[in-house]
């Protein structure tokens, strides 16, 4: 009898144990971030919105640039608008923090992921996919002589602090046993200020940053980023850590735009492309990519078309990168690793099956 009332009570045990664990898995999936932003009707993203090209704030008040398009994209695949977003500007020190306490939902500022910053045990993110490949970079003037890192030994160099770019400027200083001085700034703009007011000998950030920055320069002509690479700088937006629905439909969101490059299927042609695979019912993976078969969105919470909702509002990733960081653009990086897998380049996006 005490023997048979043991297994009772260890099946009930085991009983209340699977119970509390569905309980949990139902808790967690009715608090996801993107229930809340599907109900808001608006998303809050977080932005730098001082690098042109990425996130830019034009003279006629309106956020531009990779980035923006970014938040726009995940605003369309969301809640069906792209223009329901609220951005927030963000320095590099603040930017975890409002991820973390929620003032906002989602960060696209050009944010490199790392293990630290991924792992529950750093800041605890999910990282969605690369947007943009990049590397840190030296910019000098032309002027001064300066044609490598060995020239700038023992010199003062600005940098922004509470980014990794203030420690992978340490690491490629210290692995060469070049000592240098470290003008730290809290964000780029200032960092830029202290490098025109000649206070460092050069100013180190991402390459497209620099980039970026030189553009508005008065003489941009007068300034060189030096061929050296100081990091690599794989750039992606972020989540809070351990919601998997809203993770899930970031990173769906902008494999999205990779996987309409892929295609063909671009902002001008979306509707066309929809018409043409709703008509003919052998073209299986196209209209389970455009939302007409399959389901897919449906298993991220959200439309089954989400995917035409994106192409419609931004365009694929190709026109995204084109119209801010194009040749035609004011800030022209060329593509280089940002290019499709077939091309060449690290862009590529996982099957929509």
């Known amino acids: 009898m005490i023997r048979f009332s043991r297994f009772l009570l260890i099946g009930a045990l085991a009983g209340l144990s699977g119970l509390l664990s569905s309980c949990a898995s139902l ?5 996801s971030r993107l229930d809340l ?5 608006e998303l809050l993203c977080g932005v730098s919105g ?21 938040c726009r994209a ?13 951005y927030r500007p963000l320095t590099a020190p603040e930017r975890f923090t409002a991820l973390r306490s929620g003032e906002i939902d989602l960060l696209s500022r050009n944010t490199t992921h790392t293990l630290s910053r991924d792992a ?12 943009f490949h990049d590397g840190q970079g030296l910019l000098v003037p032309t002027a001064s002589g300066v044609r490598s890192m060995d020239d700038l030994r023992g010199k003062p160099i600005c940098v922004g602090s509470g980014t990794t770019t203030e420690q992978n400027l340490n690491d490629a200083f210290s692995a060469q046993g070049l000592p240098y001085t470290p003008i730290k700034y809290q964000d780029l703009n200032q960092v830029v200020g202290g490098y025109l007011q000649g206070r460092c000998a050069a100013m180190t950030s991402d390459r497209s940053q620099l980039a970026a920055a030189r553009s508005g320069f008065a003489a941009p002509n007068a300034h060189q980023i030096l061929g050296e690479r100081l990091s690599k700088e794989p ?10 629905r809203m993770s899930d439909a970031m ?16 902002q001008n042609n979306v509707d066309a492309m929809v018409s043409k695979a709703e008509a003919d019912p052998s073209q299986t993976a196209l209209r389970r990519f455009l939302g007409i078969d399959g389901g897919l969105g449906s298993k991220l919470g959200l ?35 940002n290019r499709l897998a077939e091309d060449g380049g690290l862009m590529i996006a996982p099957p929509f099956t």
């Open 37 to 41: 932003v599907r109900q808001r009707g």
């Open 74 to 86: 995940m605003a369309a695949a969301f809640v069906g608008d792209s223009e329901s977003v609220q």
């Open 50 to 70: 001082k690098i042109p090209g990425f996130s830019f704030l034009s003279p006629e008040g309106r956020y531009t640039g990779l980035d923006i398009d970014i």
């Open 120 to 131: 529950s045990g750093g800041n605890g993110l999910s990282v969605g996919p690369v947007v």
């Open 235 to 244: 750039l992606a937006p972020a989540v809070v850590g351990g919601d998997q």
């Open 251 to 266: 990173t769906w969101a902008v494999y999205a735009l990779i996987e309409a490059e892929e295609r063909g299927i671009t």
């Open 303 to 337: 439309a089954d078309d989400f995917v035409v909702q994106i192409i419609r509002a931004t365009g694929n990733y190709g026109e995204i990168y084109d119209r801010h960081l194009g040749p035609k653009s004011a800030v022209d990086i060329p593509r280089g690793a």
């Open 27 to 31: 808790s967690d999936a009715e608090t």
